[in-house]
C-alpha cells in the first residue's frame, strides 16, 4: 500500500485504496490542515477508541497530465466533495456529522464512554447544541461567510449575510456560555448531564474558529498559518470578543485538554 508521510508525521493513503479496503475505519484530512470538521471527527473517535487509517482529501481542480477532475473518486463514491469523508470496513461512506457521529457510537470501544446520552431528553438537547455549532446557519456555517472568498460563496456570502454573521456567531456563544453557567451550579464542567457528550467534543473543536488555541494545542504548520491568522481575526471581531467569557476559554481548554488528541498531530510541515 502506497503512502505518504511527510517530516515524521502520520502516513496517509490515497482515496482509491482507501475505497478498496474492506476493514478497518478510514477519514480524509488534509496533511498540516486543522480542517475543522475533520478534526472534530478525529477527537471524537479519539475519545471512542477507534483507530483511524489517514486518508488523503483530494484537492480541488484538474490534474495537470491526465485532466481529470481531482475529485472524481471522491465523488464517485460519496456524490459530495466535502471535507472529511468517513469509511468503515465495507459500508456505505458517511459525509455528514450526525452520521458520523451515530457510526462511531456504534463501532467504539466497549470501555469508551458513550457521547450520545440514553436519556430522550439529554439527547434531544445535545443534538440540539450541535446543530447550532454545526449544521446550516450554526457557528461555523456564518464563520465561512464573513468574508468573500470561495468558501464563502459556497456557504451564501453576500453583504447582507456577513454583516449579519457576527451576531448570529455571538448568539451560539452567548447561549453555550449560559448552558456552561447553568450547569456551574450543578458543579459540573459539561454542556450536558454529569459526563461527556458530543456537544462538548464539537464545541471545544469548532470553537476554535473564533477561539485559537496555544500551539501545544494545535501545532503549527506551514499549510495552516493563514488558517490560525484567520480565526484569530475572528476572535477580535467586536460582538464576538465581547461574547468570548473566560468560561468559554475553561471549557475549551479542559474538553481538548482532557479527552482530545492534544497536541492535534497533522502532518504536513510543521514550522
Request: glycine fraction near 6%; proline fraction near 7%; include cysteine.
Amino acid at each position: 500500500m502506497k503512502e505518504i508521510n511527510r517530516t515524521n508525521g502520520p502516513s496517509f493513503i490515497s482515496i482509491e485504496e482507501a475505497a478498496e479496503m474492506d476493514k478497518g475505519t478510514r477519514v480524509t484530512f488534509v496533511p498540516g490542515m486543522q480542517a475543522i470538521y475533520a478534526e472534530a471527527l478525529k477527537n471524537i473517535c479519539f475519545v471512542k477508541k477507534i483507530p483511524l487509517i489517514r486518508v488523503l482529501h483530494p484537492n480541488m481542480g484538474f490534474d495537470k497530465k491526465t485532466g481529470k477532475d481531482k475529485q472524481a473518486k471522491l465523488y464517485e463514491l460519496t456524490s459530495q466533495t466535502s471535507l472529511p469523508t468517513m469509511f468503515h470496513d465495507n459500508e456505505r461512506p458517511r459525509n455528514v456529522w450526525i452520521e458520523q457521529l451515530a457510526l462511531a457510537e456504534k463501532i467504539g470501544a466497549d470501555d469508551s464512554p458513550s457521547l450520545i446520552p440514553d436519556s430522550f431528553e439529554l439527547r434531544a438537547d445535545m443534538f440540539g447544541l450541535c446543530a447550532i455549532i454545526l449544521a446550516e446557519d450554526g457557528l461555523v456555517w456564518n464563520m465561512r461567510i464573513l468574508i468573500d472568498s470561495p468558501l464563502g460563496k459556497k456557504y451564501g456570502y453576500s453583504e447582507k449575510a456577513s454583516l449579519n454573521a457576527p451576531k448570529k456567531i455571538a448568539e451560539v456563544i452567548t447561549l453555550i456560555d449560559n448552558r456552561l453557567k447553568a450547569q456551574e451550579k450543578f458543579g459540573s464542567p459539561y454542556l450536558l448531564g454529569d459526563s461527556l457528550t458530543a456537544a462538548d467534543i464539537y464545541w471545544a473543536t469548532m470553537s476554535m474558529t473564533v477561539l485559537p488555541v496555544p500551539p501545544e494545542i494545535m501545532p503549527r504548520t506551514k499549510q495552516n498559518q493563514g488558517m490560525i491568522i484567520y480565526f484569530e481575526s475572528n476572535s477580535k471581531i467586536p460582538l464576538i470578543a465581547d461574547a468570548l467569557s473566560k468560561r468559554i476559554k475553561t471549557h475549551q481548554e479542559y474538553i481538548l485538554k482532557t479527552y482530545c488528541e492534544t497536541p492535534a498531530v497533522l502532518g504536513g510541515d510543521p514550522l
